[in-house]
């Protein structure tokens, strides 16, 4: 990490369903118990349903602080998970996503549907404009996201990012590996066209 940080949080994105592989759930399972092993809390969507329930019973299994947030329109319909640390209702998706970035120091997504993509294209292009500067991971279970990963590489070679924007996420397949990267991981100099609006997100805080 970036001198004087320190991972305590880390957000989770997945999605609200199984997914076609077991493979996707044994990897939710997986990642869920490396968290709470590990003593990071997990911050994630509040829900019961899906990759995302099973994310927060593993770690919640091995004794792990879990934070879930949810917007109150979606409390019956993802069916928030009540045996969560804190679950904290909000009034919008919007509002989900940034009280989720607020409290993380770093976020991984796992395989999942387009909400997961809306989620983890809002945290790294946060990270592109200077929002934040916290690492976000890919866990490539099955290769799920290398579709992906070709397409983020493919927006550089045409142009529409720089290849330092590449260094602001890493991707492994296997949990502890990449919360291993996550740990590791220094944010890259983004240069002049870096808009740092840091300041107007700690007023927020
Ligand atoms: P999915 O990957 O589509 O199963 O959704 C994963 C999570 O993303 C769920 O908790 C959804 O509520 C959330 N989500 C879905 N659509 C959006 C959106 N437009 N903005 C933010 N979050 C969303």
Redesign the pocket.
Known sequence: MAEGRTVRSICV?????PGGDPAFAAGAAALGAAIAKRGFTLVY?G?KV?L?GVLANAALAEGGRVVGVIPKG?VSK?IAHEGLTELYLTES?ND??ERMVLLSDAFISMP?????Y??LFEVLTLAQIGFHDKPSAFLNVNGYFDPLLALLHHTIVHGFAAPQHEQLYVAAADAEELIDALVAWAPPPLGDRLLDRRAVVAEKK
């Open positions: 994105f997945c999605g609200s369903r969507g829900a899906g995302m979606l993802e998706m989900r996503k999942g549907g387009w909400g997961t809306d989620e």
